[in-house]
Nanobody, 127 residues
Framework: QVQLVESGGGSVQSGGSLRLSCAASGYTYSSYCMGWFRQAPGKEREGVATIDSDGSTSYADSVKGRFTISQDNAKNTLYLQMNSLKPEDTAMYYC?????????????????????WGQGTQVTVSS
């Protein structure tokens, strides 16, 4: 049973930084796609960044240059380093994972392509 547990959320002022972590367990796929999503109150969940088992990454335009997705395979942990945070980054942040199918690109995975989700961690950025 795959489990994803996020941590690291909190409240910061505009311009501040946070690092989110997602500890994964029960994961046996050698080829996989993992991602961070966020959902603000009253809005749909949106993709933030993805990374695959080869380390290829992709980002939403709204976070490019400010956020960095990474992974530590030895610790089975996914990270999201968030710098230069803005009030519009305020949201519940979720990590997600699933197998990367042959001929698929992780960067093309949408919310519907991920079968495993964490419970979320809240990020609040004040102006």
């Amino acid at each position: 049973q795959v489990q994803l547990v996020e941590s690291g959320g909190g409240s910061v002022q505009s311009g501040g930084s946070l690092r989110l972590s997602c500890a994964a367990s029960g994961y046996t796929y050698s080829s996989y796609c993992m991602g961070w999503f966020r959902q603000a109150p009253g809005k749909e969940r949106e993709g933030v960044a993805t990374i695959d088992s080869d380390g290829s990454t992709s980002y939403a335009d709204s976070v490019k240059g400010r956020f960095t997705i990474s992974q530590d395979n030895a610790k089975n942990t996914l990270y999201l380093q968030m710098n230069s945070l803005k009030p519009e980054d305020t949201a519940m942040y979720y990590c997600a994972a699933d197998r990367l199918n042959l001929y698929d690109y992780c960067s093309g995975y949408t919310e519907a392509d991920f079968g495993y989700w964490g419970q979320g961690t809240q990020v609040t950025v004040s102006s």
